[in-house]
């Protein structure tokens, strides 16, 4: 089964490893932000808008930075009725 995680882009919902809530990072948690360099360096960030960030979506293989809420996307992953 697959969730949506804004704009076209859905992932695989059993390859969803973590959800980040972004809106509650602060720009003093440089965790946040090294992993995010790191991902990008490997080729594996992909950002899914341009507008502000809300949430990333951690997978197997890739790393969403995306306009959804954590929320949203938590209770995707949770309903049994995803496409």
Do not use: W
Request: charged letters at 25%.
């Amino acid at each position: 089964m697959f969730i949506h995680i804004g704009n076209d882009l859905s992932v695989l919902k059993s390859s969803v490893t973590c959800v980040v809530n972004l809106e509650t990072v602060l720009p003093s948690q440089k965790d946040v932000s090294e992993f995010l360099n790191r991902e990008d360096e490997q080729g594996r960030l992909q950002y899914v808008t341009d507008d502000i960030p809300k949430s990333l979506i951690i997978t197997d293989d890739k790393t969403y930075v995306c306009p959804l809420s954590a929320s949203l996307i938590l209770n995707r992953l949770n309903t049994p009725e995803c496409f």
